[in-house]
């Protein structure tokens, strides 16, 4: 076959191969998700683990993927466990949530990050650690959140005042947290939606 056909055949199959990604367990992977180099767009990478689908934080751990919004270009991840009889957070080893800067994804500002088990040092504006917070509500009605109790707890709503790619967590800090995308004040905790909304720059 003639060399230049040859690379042009090459060429056009990795451009159709460009296409979605197959789904994973029973969630669509819309493109530019990529859970393999043969499809999606491999910048933006997310893992199909045990039928599940799975984000990769800098710090090497794995959120599961709950949602997927591909015309609003924005994905939600579940918040990490607060381990059994403590107040810390399952990622707290790592410091909590970081994105990779130099990746196409960011924290929205649909979050409501509720803290818990703050230290009185971490004070500071925007934080609301007042009695009818966010974070008292969940405390108390929350039972992976018992151990929380009795200890300051504050929310923040997650703008651009603060990191995009960071919810940060760490002993003598706050160690423990949980996010709920879109809350609003009278919201009943029954119809909170947990979870950290990414947002992704869509593909030139
Ligand atoms: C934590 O508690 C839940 C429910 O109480 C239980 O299902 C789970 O296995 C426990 N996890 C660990 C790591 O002990
Ligand atoms: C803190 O949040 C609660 C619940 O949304 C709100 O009622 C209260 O006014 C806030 N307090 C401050 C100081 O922002
Ligand atoms: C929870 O965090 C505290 C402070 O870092 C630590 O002393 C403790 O060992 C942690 N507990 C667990 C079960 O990881
Ligand atoms: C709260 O955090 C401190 C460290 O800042 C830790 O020693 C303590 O065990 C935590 N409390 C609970 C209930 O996990
Ligand atoms: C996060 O990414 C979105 C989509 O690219 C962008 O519009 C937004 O400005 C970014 N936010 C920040 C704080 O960088």
Known sequence: MDLVIFLLLISVAQVSSLGACPKCGSMEVPYPLSTDDSCGDPRYKVYCKNGGLEFLSAEGIYYEVLSIDPSAAKLVISPPMIQNNTCNSSDLSVGGLSLDENLPFNISTHNTVILLNCSSTILLSPLNCSSNSFCRVYEDNVVEAREC????????????????????????????????????????????????????????
């Open 149 to 204: 109790r009795n200890t300051l707890c504050c929310h923040y709503l997650k703008d651009s005042a603060m990191t995009s790619h960071r919810i940060r967590i760490r002993a003598g800090g706050c160690t423990a947290y949980t996010s709920v995308v879109n809350i609003k004040p009278g919201d009943p905790v029954s119809s909170w939606n947990y979870g950290i909304e990414l947002q992704w720059v869509r593909p030139s």
